[in-house]
């Protein structure tokens, strides 16, 4: 199931994509209350931490660890915030 917004196609809900237009790295496209919105997150050209690799170096625990107690808050959002989309693509 393909769906388009404003210009932009998506697999469909809830499933976020990279290299889109503007500033941000990726973009995904959620139902909110029966509304699409679009969230676009994740700065484009910077280094995260990805997904948890088995032999992680302490550093990249320590930058996984203190993105999402910066970011709590937001990610406790759920799914219409940015750092939500951020935490689970990104850095989760």
Same mark, same amino acid.
């Given at each position: 199931? &393909? =769906?388009?917004y404003?210009?932009?196609?998506f ?16 973009? =995904?496209?959620i ?12 700065? #484009?050209? $910077? ?5 948890p690799? $088995?032999?992680? &170096?302490?550093?990249?625990? #320590? ?19 940015? #750092?939500?989309? $951020?935490?689970? &693509?990104?850095? &989760?």
């Open positions: 199931m &393909s =769906v388009t404003r210009g932009e196609t697999s469909g809900y809830n499933k976020p994509k990279a290299g889109v237009k503007g500033k941000k790295s990726h973009s =995904v496209l139902k909110d209350g029966g509304k699409d919105r679009l969230i676009r997150f994740g700065e #484009a050209g $910077a280094s995260t931490a990805g997904a690799k $088995a032999g992680e &170096s302490d550093k990249m625990k #320590a930058k996984r660890k203190s993105f999402q107690a910066r970011h709590g808050l937001n990610i406790a959002k759920g799914k219409t915030s940015a #750092a939500y989309w $951020a935490n689970k &693509s990104k850095w &989760s």
